[in-house]
Every structure is written in structure tokens, then in C-alpha cells.
């Protein structure tokens, strides 16, 4: 697993740059997807001048795609959709698709503190319906900052909270969410959740705005063992 | 302030008996209201043998509910209406509702880890409907487990988000929140921001089973200062 890349695609937006630049800094190699090779080589290139030593590659979302076991989609709402019709060819049984996605209002111009209502139920259970047979949806990451993120110095103090139908299926994303410092992975569910936990963000936003913060969720009253083993 | 009784319509539940037991053992006077006038008789005496020295009255919920400016709804979603219509007589311009229902599926038999939908977007929205006009709605301590308020030695570690049109509102609540070691009550926003909060209840509720724990929420990366000021 170590050795195994973690596929973005997505990867030269906010969140899915944020991300790579934490897992660089935990000396996980990445592969940076995006629509277009240009875009990936250079943010490839951005990201190994930001983190030296930084195992990163840029290629096409599709070609990311079959780069490991294990992918991330961070498109914004908006892209979700299109970004799952151009997986349907590159996506196996057996890979596991972690997806991002929030529907915020923002996605048809409307505001980052509301969000939109999915027929599925949440965005997370719409790319489950998107993805070829075999291949399980897990939801995370919806609730973690950008700029956080993206900040090599800023330190981070949250909770991953992480939809799934299959505990093993969320033990291995967790195990990735976890090379990044200061990160907990809670199992938050059945991947049904996901239409609570993709809410948390515009919450988590306009909490923001008003404290003029970076906020993030922690639980309170878990065990402190290690629980995904 | 300080003098002006706590009235919990609803205070011989579950919710409304654990913050009664807080609230007395912070020295503020409570007034618990039920249906019943002997039940909310005993549950006074059975709180002032909980809590030596606790200030406590039990009434009816319509007496109780015309105790004191801010006024605490802790029925469950299945009685939230008809207690609402209940309380129109008693209500006055000028007074706050704090709405802690959620909408539990397990109102209609349904799980508590799943919700149900209202058509008002939230219950404090269908409260904030059905309340007299010039009673704003504030909504706050949903997440916060009836068992650990009830049991007066377990150490309370968590937000309570609070939702309202009106900051003057929610400071004021946010006050009577803060009484109680342990709760730190969080702006997230305009009552319509209760569709987000009341949902997080059925995500605690699942990671409780999950964990064998009372898990809160706790908001990471606010500033320190209070913001209520």
C-alpha cells in the first residue's frame, strides 16, 4: 500500500491540490489528474517546488484513474456528473472511488452556506449510482479547508468523517486519510449518511465567514484506540 | 438574569431532565413542565434530591411556559406540534422559543440514525411557524446526549451549535448555555441552519452505537475570545 500512488482526479483544483501537498509532505506518492495534460504536468511540477522530494506525477483524470486501487474525486459539484461519465471507461471492479463532492447551492450560482438537494440523496450516493458495478463509493473529505489545506505551515486539528457500506472499504481510505498529521478518519456510517455529512459543509462555511475562521469538526467521547484494525 | 427561572416545557424527559440536572447544579433556578402537574411535581423532587439545593418547580408546561423570557422546547418530534399548540396561549411577544427538537425517523417507528423530512426545511422553521408572532425561534442543544446530562458526574466537552435570525437572540441563549461547565455554544447561523444541525443527531446517534460512546461535536480552529459580547 505504501508504495501505491494516490490518484486525484480533480487533482489541480482546491481541494484535490490541498490534499496532495499533505500527502507529498507524508512522502505518499500522488498522481495528480485533471482534463487536461498540461494542467496536470504543471501542477505537478507547482507541487515539487512547494514540497521537495515530493513523489508526483500529472496525468489525465482517466489515466489517474487506473494508476491505483484507491480514487479520489474532488471535482466541485458542478463537474461531478461529467467527471463520472468520463470514469465509466477507466474505473475496475475492485477499485474503491472516495468521493468529495458537496452540492452546494454555489454549483447553479446560489450561495456556499445552502446546498442542493440530490435526487440520490446526497452527491456521494450519485456517483455510487455513476460508477461501473464492483466498484463501492466511499464519502470523505467534504468538511476539511482548501486553504487549510493547501497552507504547508498550517497545522491541522479535525475529524474525517467517513461514509461507507463496507467497513474494510473504509478502513483502507481511512488508512490514507491518516498519513496526513493531525487528521482523524471516524466511521460515520452507511454511505446513506453522506446526505448529513455532505451538509456539514455549507454549515462549516458559514461558520467561517461569521468567526473569520478555518473550522473543522472534531467528535468528542470516542475511544482513543485505534478502531479500523 | 441570573434570577429568572430556566423553564423546560417538556422537563420530565429525557433531554429536558439532563439539562435540569445541569442547570440546578450551576445554581440557576429551573421550572420543569409536563402534561401532567403531579408528574412534573415528582420530577422536581426528584431533582432536588438529585442536586441538593437545586431552585426547582415543576408545573404544568403553559404555567412553566410563562415563567421566564427564554423559554426551552425538549419534547420529542412526534409532540413537538401539539405541544407548540398548546403553548399559543401562553406565549407572549417578546419572549424566545428554543426549539432542541430533532426528526427522528423513530418518530414514525423508523431508525433513529435516519430522518425525516419536514416541510418547513427543519423543526425549528415548522416551530417558528406555529409560535405567536413577535417569538423568535432560536435552535440549539441537539447534539448533546440526554445520559450524559443526566449523570451529574460525567465531564461535559463539547459545542452546541445555535441557530437563530437574531444574534441579540442567541447571545442571550448562548448565555444560559454557557452556564453549564463543559458547553461552549457556537453562532452556525440563521434559523434555517437548523436543517444542518437537527440532522446531526442521527449521525451521533449512529456513531454512538458504533462506538459504544456519547460522542458531541466540537467546532476546531474558532478563535478563542467570546464572540457573544
Redesign the interface.
Known amino acids: 500500500m505504501a508504495s501505491e500512488p494516490i490518484p486525484i482526479v480533480g487533482g489541480t483544483g482546491a481541494l484535490g491540490a490541498g490534499l496532495a501537498t499533505r500527502w507529498a509532505q507524508a512522502g505518499a506518492p500522488v498522481v495528480l489528474g485533471s482534463r487536461s495534460a498540461e494542467r496536470a504536468a504543471e501542477a505537478a511540477a507547482k507541487l515539487r517546488e512547494k514540497v521537495p522530494g515530493a513523489q508526483v506525477e500529472g496525468l489525465l483524470n482517466e489515466e489517474a484513474a487506473r494508476a491505483a486501487g484507491i480514487v479520489f474525486l474532488t471535482v466541485p459539484f458542478r463537474a461531478q456528473s461529467e467527471n463520472l461519465n468520463n470514469l465509466r471507461e477507466a474505473l475496475r471492479p475492485g477499485q474503491i472511488l472516495v468521493d468529495c463532492t458537496v452540492p452546494l447551492a454555489a454549483a447553479v450560482s446560489g450561495k456556499a452556506?445552502?446546498s442542493l438537494g440530490v435526487w440520490q440523496g446526497s452527491a456521494a450516493q450519485q456517483a455510487q449510482e455513476m460508477v461501473p458495478e464492483g466498484v463501492p463509493v466511499v464519502a470523505a473529505l467534504h468538511t476539511i479547508g482548501a486553504p487549510?489545506l493547501a497552507d504547508p505551515d498550517a497545522k491541522l486539528?479535525?475529524d474525517i468523517?467517513v461514509c461507507g457500506d463496507r467497513k474494510a472499504d473504509k478502513a483502507r481510505v481511512a488508512r490514507l486519510i491518516e498519513l496526513i498529521p493531525g487528521l482523524r478518519a471516524?466511521?460515520?456510517?452507511s454511505l446513506?449518511?453522506a446526505?448529513?455529512?455532505e451538509?456539514?459543509t455549507?454549515?462549516?462555511i458559514?461558520?467561517n465567514v461569521?468567526?473569520?475562521?478555518?473550522?473543522?469538526?472534531?467528535?468528542?467521547?470516542?475511544?482513543e484506540d485505534d478502531?479500523w484494525s
Open positions: 452556506t445552502r487549510t486539528d479535525e468523517l471516524v466511521n460515520a456510517g446513506e449518511m446526505r448529513i455529512v451538509q456539514l455549507p454549515m462549516l458559514s461558520v461569521r468567526y473569520k475562521a478555518h473550522a473543522g469538526i472534531r467528535l468528542t467521547g470516542l475511544p478502531h
